[in-house]
């Protein structure tokens, strides 16, 4: 069974910085991996799937398939990045309404 | 563009009792997908729909049911309701089943369950 792991539930930064969150799999086949966040008041939305390679808002994530990671980064970090941020793990084909999620990284972008 | 949307948004059941979830799903929509969240945790997966039949579903027991009509709208629906169902139930829709496609989550039922 596949497994996604999110080991910071709670992040803090100030404005300007870097920001990393980390997210580890499990999964024996080759998996699709997505972030999505949930800003204050607003429902839970996509941010960015590495199918697509492509940067959201400042964000980014590489794959890191020898390493099972997906972490999200961004180079400089804005009070508007504050949210609760999941990565989620699809296993393909014809599963892919069928995430498997972590349990959230709560990030805090200080002024 | 109409977004997914979620009937009731809050509900107090009793244990034992029987509840049913709605959902319209995004204009256009043919997938939906519904996830269950207990508090601190991440969604996790109870079933998916796809043109009216059950494409897939997750560790839930049968007293954890679905329909989806010809509209695309969904239902879920939960018998003997047990303390641990309280949780944020969310409903998500997609373009197709087979496809990346992004899923569009509406707001939620939250459901407490005495």
């Known amino acids: 069974a596949q497994r996604v792991t999110q080991p910071e539930k709670l992040l803090s930064v100030f404005k300007g910085a870097p920001v990393e969150l980390k997210c580890n799999y499990s999964?024996?086949?080759?998996?699709?991996l997505f972030w999505y966040v949930q800003y204050s008041r607003q429902r839970l939305q996509l941010l960015l799937r590495?199918?697509s390679r492509e940067s959201i808002k400042g964000f980014t994530a590489d794959l890191n398939k020898g390493e099972t990671s997906f972490h999200l980064k961004k180079p400089f970090a804005q009070e508007e990045d504050s949210a609760m941020y999941y990565c989620?793990?699809?296993?393909?084909?014809?599963?892919?309404?069928?995430?498997?999620f972590g349990q959230g990284t709560i990030l805090t972008v200080h002024p | 563009e109409t977004g997914v949307t979620q009937s009731p948004t809050h509900l107090i059941k009793t244990r034992g009792q029987q509840v049913t979830l709605r959902c319209s799903s995004q204009s256009g929509h043919n997938t939906v997908s519904w996830y269950q969240q207990a508090l601190g945790q991440g969604p996790q997966f109870i079933f998916q729909y796809y043109r009216e039949e059950e494409n897939g579903r997750g560790n839930f027991p049968p007293r954890f049911s679905g329909l989806q009509f010809p509209n695309y709208s969904s239902e879920l629906n939960v018998n003997a309701l047990e303390l641990d169902d309280s949780a944020l139930y969310l409903c998500?829709?997609?373009?197709?089943?087979?496809?990346?496609?992004?899923?569009?989550f509406g707001e939620g039922s939250r459901l407490t369950v005495l």
């Open positions: 999964y024996s086949g080759s998996p699709e």
């Open positions: 590495h199918i």
């Open positions: 989620a793990l699809s296993r393909g084909g014809t599963s892919y309404g069928k995430l498997t």
């Open positions: 998500a829709s997609s373009l197709t089943a087979g496809q990346a496609g992004e899923l569009f």
